[in-house]
Nanobody, 123 residues
Framework: VQLQASGGGLVQAGGSLRLSCAAS????????MGWFRQAPGKEREFVSA????????YYTDSVKGRFTISRDKAKSTAYLQMNSLKPEDTAVYYC?????????????????WGRGTQVTVSS
């Protein structure tokens, strides 16, 4: 499975971006998908996850009410709509495919990872 994340860029605080993560190869639409991020000098952290059918979503507290995760199973693509962006959201964002069908905030529960897309929020 290959994951290609896109949609990152430079935006001013308060702005929006929409990240996409397209899966190709031996994809499994029955797996959860997630987004993680890593800021310079910091460890990778969980951002959001969505279950295999989109019926369950999970967010880290710092993005609740601002970010929305979704997926299009037919296109094997997950999305992360990011609104009201803050400078502290600046990071490389990674998408991942889960080992199981339900959401998880633990990186070891994900088996395939994309290469990441840079999000920079200026103040």
């Amino acid at each position: 499975v290959q994951l290609q994340a896109s949609g990152g860029g430079l935006v001013q605080a308060g702005g929006s971006l929409r990240l996409s993560c397209a899966a190709s190869g031996r994809t499994s639409s029955n797996n959860a998908m997630g987004w993680f991020r890593q800021a310079p000098g910091k460890e990778r952290e969980f951002v959001s996850a969505i279950s295999w059918n989109g019926g369950s979503t999970y967010y880290t507290d710092s993005v609740k009410g601002r970010f929305t995760i979704s997926r299009d199973k037919a296109k094997s693509t997950a999305y992360l709509q990011m609104n009201s962006l803050k400078p502290e959201d600046t990071a490389v964002y990674y998408c991942a495919v889960g080992r199981g069908s339900m959401t998880s905030s633990t990186s070891r529960d994900y088996m395939y990872w994309g290469r990441g897309t840079q999000v920079t929020v200026s103040s």
